[in-house]
Structure formats: structure tokens, C-alpha cells
């Protein structure tokens, strides 16, 4: 069983970067399909990107394309997102989830297992 634990998260100026990492415990890490997800205060999780076990394949959410970069450490057992140009907008608790198996998948209920989550605040 791999168990998922945030870092990174903080209050940053709009326009700065952020790094979030998301530290595996398990043996199992690289057999998982490995995402990003945000949850803005009154509204409901949504889906921000996702690298598949063998980083071969990236998605992104359109509201982060082109200014978020997720990947992966498999020797490390810890997945990344590198965040710039950040937007108010961003501001949300960040969760990274894990999905058996090779495919990728955007939508929330088919993942297994959750990180606690770590906040990120942008400030205008």
C-alpha cells in the first residue's frame, strides 16, 4: 500500500512560482499513474495533471497549461508540480492521488489513494 504526503504549499505573490512536492511511502510507487488536484473553498476538486508510471505521457488542465509542469522521481518515490506564473485563481488546497495501472484518467472517483493536501495560497 503506498501512503501520499504534500509539501511545498505556501502564500506566494501573484506572478511567482511554487514547487509542490508529494512523497510516497510503498514499494509500489512506480506502478501508479501519479496526479495532481486542487479544491478551491466552496467549490469542488478538480482535476490539474497527471504523468503516467513511466513518464511517458503528461495531461494538464487548460486553466494550467502552459505554466504548471508535473513529473515524477521514480527512484525517489516522489511526485512534482512545478508552478508558474501563479494566479489568484490558484489558490486551493493541492492534493496528489495515485491510480493503479498505466492509464491516465482526469476524473477523481477512480483514484485510490489521496494525499492530506497542502495549501496554496496566491495573493494579488
Known amino acids: 500500500q503506498v501512503q501520499l504526503v504534500e509539501s511545498g504549499g505556501g502564500l506566494v505573490q501573484a506572478g511567482g512560482p511554487l514547487r509542490l512536492s508529494c512523497a510516497a511511502s510503498?514499494?509500489?510507487?512506480?506502478?501508479?499513474?501519479m496526479s495532481w488536484f486542487r479544491q478551491a473553498p466552496g467549490k469542488e476538486r478538480e482535476f490539474v495533471a497527471t504523468?503516467?508510471?513511466?513518464?511517458?505521457?503528461?495531461y494538464y488542465a487548460d486553466s494550467v497549461k502552459g505554466r504548471f509542469t508535473i513529473s515524477r522521481d521514480n527512484a525517489k518515490n516522489t511526485l512534482y508540480l512545478q508552478m508558474n506564473s501563479l494566479k489568484p485563481e490558484d489558490t486551493a488546497v493541492y492534493y496528489c492521488?495515485?491510480?493503479?495501472?498505466?492509464?491516465?484518467?482526469?476524473?477523481?472517483?477512480?483514484?485510490?489513494?489521496w494525499g492530506q493536501g497542502t495549501q496554496v495560497t496566491v495573493s494579488s
Open positions: 510503498g514499494r509500489a510507487f512506480s506502478r501508479y499513474t
Open positions: 504523468v503516467t508510471w513511466r513518464r511517458d505521457g503528461t
Open positions: 492521488a495515485a491510480v493503479s495501472g498505466p492509464l491516465m484518467t482526469t476524473s477523481s472517483r477512480l483514484y485510490e489513494l
